[in-house]
């Protein structure tokens, strides 16, 4: 599944169907960050973790500045989500 963790966006296999929720809601609120620059969908991820399938956390991102760096990346994850989103 798709993670953004420590300034990357990486597919990462996750422990269990409660990390992966965990994990489609923080990718909802990314998708809801980025084109507003509101960034209170984020707060309630801040300090979260998910869980890969051998037990190693990684931290969910939430600085809106990593978040708009990996976009203007050119990381096609991103641009699957502004299509969601246009």
Known sequence: MLVYSN???REIRL????QASLN??????VRAYL???DASP????EGLSV????GKAHPLETNPNELHRIAAAG????LEIY???I
């Open 7 to 9: 300034g990357e966006a």
């Open 15 to 18: 422990r269990d169907f409660d």
């Open 24 to 29: 489609s809601r923080h990718l909802a609120a």
């Open 35 to 37: 084109p507003s620059g």
């Open 42 to 45: 984020l707060i309630e991820f």
């Open 51 to 54: 869980i890969d399938a051998k």
């Open 75 to 78: 990381d096609e994850h991103f």
């Open 83 to 85: 299509k969601l989103i």
